[in-house]
């Protein structure tokens, strides 16, 4: 889901060299982007996603033998559609993505406390400022910068997002009898390369090509974050999160 800690886990495994270069390949806002760049040619859907995909792979492994990919689960339909007019032979959703990338694991990366993840979310709407690279510069802006102004409907529709996503997320797996490595944006946060050490072992990768790492990004949250948190907890009757580390 957004303001998970994604960007962060996508570019610490970047580091290691070994797991791939995880990106958000079949986001439909940037999949013009990434084929532009590619000279992916795009006469007809069917030629666009067959040349798309291999691409993709083959970017997305980056030559470590291991491909990574990003994906929210809003983007989780489109991307079943297009597998499914590739692949008319699959049946369900998880045969699907392995019919397309090979042998699956799955990295379920979720936030412990929803309401900050909200805040977070309608922050960077508002701001249009996503993310930051841990020297201060801006990584990723998608509107000019605009101060935010505490708004809860807007925070009401983020919380709704992130919750109901999330629970969509619980049920897929449980659909598909998934047991995905799970990881809280708190611990990532908290102890990057620990977890990036729990995330490669469990990739079968070798965990010690964390060593040495260091995040490339930087947290976003400040004062008014919690200010924010503290007001919709109050507002709307939402008890604290128990944070576990």
Known sequence: ?????STLLC??????KTAGKPDS???PQSM????????VPAQTLETFDHSYLGTALDRGTAGTGCFGMRIMWNNIPGLITRLDQLF???TTDQGRLQTAFGPLQFIHLFRRDK???????????QSGLWHRNADGTELERVAPPAEPVYDAAHIHRTYRIVTEGGEAWLRWFETHQITPFALAYEDLACDPVRQLHRVLQFLGRDPSKADGVVPGTARLADGRNAEWVARFRAEAGIAPAAIQV
Request: zero cysteines; glycine letters at 2%; hydrophobic letters at 45%.
């Open 1 to 5: 889901m957004p303001r998970s800690g």
């Open 11 to 16: 570019d610490l495994l970047k580091q290691t």
């Open 25 to 27: 390949f079949f986001r």
């Open 32 to 39: 013009a982007d990434f084929a532009a760049r590619w000279d």
């Open 88 to 90: 008319p032979q699959t």
């Open 115 to 125: 309401v900050a993840e909200a805040v977070s979310y309608a922050i960077a709407e």
